[in-house]
């Protein structure tokens, strides 16, 4: 089936910003985009939370030609999708491409679950939970792993390629990036490499259409 419609919920600098990158590679402007308040609890009202239960953005509307509707809430299983049905656009390693494929896959995986659980833990004990249960030292924790454990292997494919499996941009950079670019607002990722790899693909018009509403982010 080919897809009449992509609507993406969204809302400024959160994980939602991943999806949109992705969506201005492939499609330009070619797609609508709904704001959603978080900060006024709009993810919490019945309409939304039938689309996603557990109330976050992203959240994927997607109409195909036959009629047909479908409902997408995790950022990583969209970048995946998107860069599949889109094959053309040379974001994903096919199928064919084994070994390419596999790299192409744990880093995707890598950043939207290991580096993107520890980032969200760290935003949690540092800026979103009450301040009565909020744990500064789990936090400290969650960096420091990032720091000695992610960061190393980050900087050594980055050392050797311009991106992050080898030398062709695809969706796992928008994932890398993303999560790249949330560490630096706690003091992380600032090595010259990493500093290098940001600079290349903030170049990108879709990276700048993206973020364009950075401003407006309420953290």
């Given amino acids: 089936m080919k897809i009449k419609h992509i609507k993406l919920y ?7 910003a991943r999806v949109k990158w992705l969506l201005h590679e492939i499609l330009g402007e070619d797609f609508e985009t709904e704001t959603v308040a978080l900060r006024q609890m709009a993810q ?51 199928i064919d491409e084994s070994a390419a494929r596999a ?24 800026d979103l939970l009450p301040k009565t249960v909020r744990n500064q030292d789990f936090a400290d924790f969650n960096k420091d792993k990032i720091k000695n454990e992610m960061e190393p ?16 941009f695809t969706a796992a950079d ?10 630096g607002a706690y003091g992380l990722c600032r090595h010259p490499a990493l500093k290098a790899y940001m600079q290349r693909v903030r170049a990108r018009p879709a990276y700048a259409l993206a973020f364009a509403d950075a401003a407006d982010f309420e953290g």
């Avoid at 939370?49 to 997408?72: E, F, R, W």
Wanted: aromatic share 12%; with cysteine; glycine share 6%.
């Fill in 153 to 168: 292997m980050l900087i050594e494919r980055l050392e050797a390629h311009d991106y992050i499996c080898g030398d062709h």
């Fill in 174 to 183: 928008i994932m890398t990036a993303h999560n790249i670019q949330w560490a």
């Fill in 10 to 16: 969204h809302y400024p600098m959160s994980r939602s």
């Fill in 103 to 126: 790299d192409y896959l744990q880093m995707m995986i890598f950043g939207a679950a290991w580096m993107d659980m520890k980032l969200w833990q760290t935003r949690l004990h540092q």
């Fill in 44 to 94: 919490f009202t019945p309409d939304f939370l039938a689309k996603n239960p557990n109330h976050g953005v992203p959240v994927l509307d997607i109409t195909y030609d036959d009629g047909s509707q479908q409902v997408m809430y995790e950022s990583g299983a969209m970048l995946i999708w998107l860069a599949d049905h889109y094959g053309e656009k040379g974001f994903a390693p096919s």
